[in-house]
């Protein structure tokens, strides 16, 4: 059985760490894309909003909702 995941939001490290508190606290497990350290460390240029957030598919409605309402609360 393949789990698979989706992509529900991209911004930068410090944004996505509070993603990441919130999804911990709902117990939903997540994978984390930081493109702009692996193109720092690769000694490449890259956008510092290039975090991704990265769900399971059986999670994604929950998880939206939960990302949803952070991303308003952050942008009162």
């Known amino acids: 059985m393949t789990t ?37 460390l690769g000694g490449f240029g890259e956008q510092m909003d290039t975090v991704e957030v990265h769900v399971l598919d059986t999670d994604v409605e929950k998880a939206k909702t939960i990302i949803n309402a952070y991303k308003a609360k952050i942008n009162e």
């Open 4 to 40: 698979e995941h989706t992509k529900l939001f991209t911004g930068s490290n410090i944004i996505v760490n509070g993603v990441k508190n919130l999804l911990d606290t709902e117990d939903i497990s997540y994978i984390i894309k930081d493109r702009f350290e692996s193109a720092r």
